[in-house]
């Protein structure tokens, strides 16, 4: 069974860091270009992040570009997101997201970690 | 950037009734994705390429659409299709605001 687990979510105060990760497992990991997407409050969806299959190529939308960071580890089918200077604003469900690079979608969501900013 | 207008952000229908929700683009796009969620749950590909269904998808679902102007409709409603519906497109990777499907 295709599975994508996120980890690492929590609470944080304005301006801190924290850094998510997600367990992958169920395909050949390192095949695939892989995503973050949030989900504000309101639901509103948002990409945050994007890494290549092989962790050469990485994109950012300018919300976030400067402080977050995707990264992945191949051999333990691991992605991260590491994130800093963190705004009130970041608050929002934090889902990893298989992208199907070719066709432009996201095809395989886990459950999402929760990432609350606030003093 | 391309900005996705969904249409609209909340709608109810009766079971059997036909329903049809549309996505407006900015720019015209080549291809528009659609995802289902329900509360609780993370959100499901369900429509990609415009008009191809994924895996498990109900046939009474359905998308069309080109240029600027994309819908998704399902031919006769049922309670298992209450859910908020995004669209989606890679040129910029947005996403519309969702449709809310509630059931009479």
């Known amino acids: 069974e295709v599975q994508l687990v996120e980890s690492g979510g929590g609470l944080v105060k304005p301006g801190g860091s924290l850094k998510l990760s997600c367990a992958a497992s169920g395909f050949t990991f390192s095949s695939y270009a892989m995503s973050w997407v949030r989900q504000s409050p309101e639901k509103r969806l948002e990409w945050v992040a994007e890494i290549s299959s092989g962790g050469s190529y990485t994109y950012y939308p300018d919300t976030v570009t400067g402080r977050f960071t995707i990264s992945r580890d191949n051999a333990k089918n691991t992605l991260y997101l590491e994130m800093s200077s963190l705004r009130s604003e970041d608050t929002a469900m934090y889902y990893c997201?298989?992208?199907?690079?070719?066709?432009?979608?996201?095809?395989?969501w886990g459950a999402g970690t929760t990432v609350t900013v606030s003093s | 950037q391309i900005v996705l207008t969904q249409s609209p952000a909340i709608m109810s229908a009766s079971p059997g009734e036909k329903v049809t929700m549309t996505c407006s683009a900015s720019?015209?796009?080549?291809?528009m994705h659609w995802y289902q969620q329900k509360p609780g749950t993370s959100p499901k590909r369900w429509i990609y390429d415009t008009s191809k269904l994924a895996s498990g998808v109900p046939a009474r679902f359905s998308g069309s659409g080109s240029g600027t102007s994309y819908s998704l409709t399902i031919s006769s409603m049922e309670a298992e299709d209450a859910a908020t519906y995004y669209c989606?497109?890679?040129?910029?990777?947005?996403f519309g605001g969702g449709t809310k499907l509630e059931i009479k």
């Open positions: 989606h497109q890679r040129s910029s990777y947005t």
């Open positions: 997201v298989r992208y199907e690079l070719r066709r432009g979608y996201f095809d395989v």
């Open positions: 720019s015209s796009i080549s291809y």
